[in-house]
T-cell receptor, first 112, second 116 residues
Framework: GENVEQHPSTLSVQEGDSAVIKCTYS??????FPWYKQELGKRPQLIID?????GEKKDQRIAVTLNKTAKHFSLHITETQPEDSAVYFC???????????FGKGTTLSVSS | KAGVTQTPRYLIKTRGQQVTLSCSPI?????VSWYQQTPGQGLQFLFE???????NKGNFPGRFSGRQFSNSRSEMNVSTLELGDSALYLC???????????????FGSGTRLTVV
């Protein structure tokens, strides 16, 4: 089945810096890759997603890139702010289309 | 539009007991998935239901089971509870359009289960 690896597990940046989180997936048939942000004590929330027919997608300070050949995708956050501090999860839809498999998460800390 | 509702929010059970958790999806969402969240392990997939059918199951023992009703509400059950079952159990609903599952999940707030 699908397996998703996420790196790094923790990331500390200064306010205004950029942050990059990388994920690799195992199932070459996967075609949907969302990212979720989970603040302390809250539910995970979808922040951006990308489908396999697109190489890059951007939404204000957040962007996601997808390399299908290498089977990896990345989240880029520019001009980080303290409110970006949270746990970020990447995920990949399995081949059957019936399960989202998540990475183990990255704890991002943005200090001012 | 109401979000995904999970009940109860908190639960304390004793080893060996069984527990049932409930999830009401967003209106119109017919796919419901369940996840176990523990520190360091992230979100581990339990199972997915669509139109009252379990379509996928993660790598959990048979003590974990679920079902979905005709109104898309779902329940999960854990029997013979173990200390290691203590976790946040999240359900998520998703829109399925023309068979495509390529839409994001909306998560509920979860049920925090503590086994003592």
């Amino acid at each position: 089945g699908e397996n998703v690896e996420q790196h790094p597990s923790t990331l500390s940046v200064q306010e205004g810096d950029s942050a990059v989180i990388k994920c690799t997936y195992s199932d070459s048939a996967s075609n949907y890759f969302p990212w979720y942000k989970q603040e302390l004590g809250k539910r995970p929330q979808l922040i951006i997603d990308i489908r396999s027919n697109v190489g890059e997608k951007k939404d204000q300070r957040i962007a996601v890139t997808l390399n299908k050949t290498a089977k990896h995708f990345s989240l880029h956050i520019t001009e980080t702010q303290p409110e970006d501090s949270a746990v970020y999860f990447c995920a990949a839809r399995d081949q059957a289309g019936t399960a989202l498999i998540f990475g183990k998460g990255t704890t991002l800390s943005v200090s001012s | 539009k109401a979000g995904v509702t999970q009940t109860p929010r908190y639960l304390i059970k004793t080893r060996g007991q069984q527990v049932t958790l409930s999830c009401s999806p967003i209106s119109g969402h017919r796919s419901v998935s369940w996840y176990q969240q523990t520190p360091g392990q992230g979100l581990q997939f339990l199972f997915e239901y669509f139109s009252e059918t379990q379509r996928n199951k993660g790598n959990f023992p048979g003590r974990f089971s679920g079902r979905q009703f005709s109104n898309s509400r779902s329940e999960m059950n854990v029997s013979t509870l173990e200390l290691g079952d203590s976790a946040l159990y999240l359900c998520a609903s998703s829109l399925i359009v023309q068979g495509s599952a390529n839409y994001g999940y909306t998560f509920g707030s979860g049920t925090r289960l503590t086994v003592v």
